[in-house]
């Protein structure tokens, strides 16, 4: 099983509303990662956790909160974001191994 | 400063031929990685190939091929035999390894690859 997977594959919410989108692995991974990916843009990382630890935070705004329940699952909760946060989030995961794997993504509409 | 440059905002190529994407990078770490990464519309990004600063030969996987010229410090990715379904953004990334989970891989802007039938 070499997949990573990410429900919703797209959500709509308001401004007001909390959400959350969910990654999930059975690959034995030990590092997961959140990226924002805007339209015509590369991704940016967010969030890396390693060993179910938060590792690196890239000065994320606080509406966003990333959680890592068990190694296999890592969430990220959102809150009160604003429409400038519509994007395409996506997951990734890797081993000590070289590749990094990614997730199909969810699409973000904030309205 | 960027560290992963890639020239080439969009390329055409004729089905059935070979295509290059360029790739530059900056980094004075002795230890890193290299990457390209297929994202199609559906906005997936698939994992193609890995080249590592120490390795000797360069990476091939089926019809995925990087030349990399580390005194020029370019990686690009070659597609022979080009195909319709190859059509999609190309990103070039690269990880400074460190301690593992504490790496972070930096994207290039990307290439977008039209194949024309």
């Known amino acids: 099983d070499t997949e990573v997977t990410q429900t919703p594959k797209h959500l709509v919410m308001g401004m007001t509303n909390k959400k959350s989108l969910k990654c999930e692995q059975h690959m034995g991974h030990r590092a997961m990662y959140w990226y924002k990916q805007k339209a015509k843009k590369p991704p940016e990382l967010m969030f890396v956790?390693?060993?179910?630890?938060?590792?690196i935070n890239e000065s994320v705004p606080s509406r966003f909160s990333p959680e890592c329940p068990n190694s296999s699952l890592l969430n990220l909760h959102l809150h009160a974001l604003q429409p400038e946060d519509s994007a395409l989030y996506l997951c990734?995961?890797?081993?000590?191994?070289?590749?990094?794997?990614f997730g199909p993504g969810t699409r973000l509409t904030v309205l | 400063a960027q560290k992963i440059t890639q020239t080439q905002p969009g390329m055409f190529v004729q089905e059935k031929e070979a295509v290059t994407l360029d790739c530059t990078y900056d980094?004075?770490?002795?230890?890193?990685?290299l990457f390209w990464y297929k994202q199609p519309s559906s906005g997936e990004m698939i994992f193609l190939i890995y080249?590592?600063?120490?390795?000797?030969q360069n990476a091939t996987e089926g019809r995925y091929s990087l030349n990399f010229q580390k005194a020029r410090k370019s990686a690009n990715l070659v597609i022979s035999a080009s195909q319709l379904g190859d059509s999609a953004m190309y990103f070039c990334?690269?990880?400074?390894?460190?301690?593992?989970?504490?790496?972070?891989?930096?994207f290039g802007t990307g290439t977008r690859l039209t194949i024309i039938p």
């Open positions: 990734a995961s890797r081993t000590g191994e070289n590749e990094q794997f």
């Open positions: 980094t004075s770490d002795p230890s890193y990685g």
């Open positions: 080249q590592g600063s120490y390795d000797q």
């Open positions: 956790y390693s060993y179910e630890k938060l590792s």
């Open positions: 990334a690269m990880r400074e390894e460190g301690d593992f989970g504490n790496e972070k891989l930096t």
